[in-house]
């Protein structure tokens, strides 16, 4: 069964930094499709990140030269350091895994199958 | 990346059906086939509800469809149910290897 457990969340003041974590388990996290995505209070869904199985990245314009999202396949986790943290970004932050395509044999990143539970990150003073 | 124009809330009564509009632009939901929808319940991990505009994810209950046409995408769900209140939220893939979400919709089952 795929499972994903975000942790690392908190309250952190503007300008500072966290990074956020997700264990997966029932899947390999460095072969597979992996995003993250946030939700501000009583806002929308927001995609910010994505990593390839070849480790290849992209970012929403917001969280661009600020976040860099990561993996260690060691530890089956996909990491994301958040830096100079504005109060904007305040949210519960999910990560998601990508749609197997089982006829074409490779994953639809676009399409987020899995989600973690998600973690509150607060940024205030 | 603007976010896509969804409606903040529609409702219908058990066993009727509702639609979602989700609008966005020839950059995303006009130019790629690659629209999705999810549910979300406040407090659990979002849930993939249909993807390549009209393709259900196995699991997922045939009562909801998918359409599209032009720069707007549709979702509808038929013979509502009471779990079927939460949170919608559309989805596109954008040419510059991003994606975008709607703002939202609360669907309230009356």
């Known amino acids: 069964e795929v499972q994903l457990v975000e942790s690392g969340g908190g309250l952190i003041q503007p300008g500072g930094s966290l990074r956020l974590s997700c264990e997966g388990s029932g899947f390999a996290v460095s072969t597979s499709y992996m995003s993250w995505v946030r939700q501000a209070p009583g806002k929308g869904l927001e995609w910010v990140s994505v990593i390839y199985s070849g480790a290849t990245t992209h970012y929403a314009d917001s969280v661009k030269g600020r976040f860099t999202i990561s993996r260690d396949s060691s530890k089956n986790t996909l990491y994301l350091q958040m830096n100079s943290l504005r109060a904007e970004d305040t949210a519960v932050y999910y990560c998601?895994?990508?749609?197997?395509?089982?006829?074409?044999?490779?994953?639809?990143?676009?399409?987020?199958?899995?989600w973690g539970q998600g973690t509150l990150v607060t940024v205030s003073s | 990346q603007s976010a896509l124009t969804q409606p903040a809330s529609v409702s219908g009564s058990p066993g009727q059906s509702i639609t979602i509009s989700c609008t966005g632009t020839?950059?995303?939901?006009?130019?790629?086939?690659?629209v999705s929808w999810y549910q979300h319940h406040p407090g659990k991990a979002p849930q993939l509800m249909i993807y390549?505009?009209?393709n259900r994810p196995s699991g997922v209950s045939n009562r909801f469809s998918g359409s599209k046409s032009g720069n707007t995408a549709s979702l509808t769900v038929s013979g509502l149910q009471a779990e079927d209140e939460a949170d919608y939220y559309c989805s596109s893939y954008t040419g510059s290897s991003t994606l975008v979400f709607g703002g939202g919709t609360k669907l309230t089952v009356l």
């Open positions: 998601a895994r990508g749609l197997w395509d089982s006829v074409w044999g490779n994953y639809r990143w676009y399409y987020l199958h899995y």
């Open positions: 020839s950059s995303d939901v006009g130019g790629y086939n690659y």
């Open positions: 390549d505009v009209s």
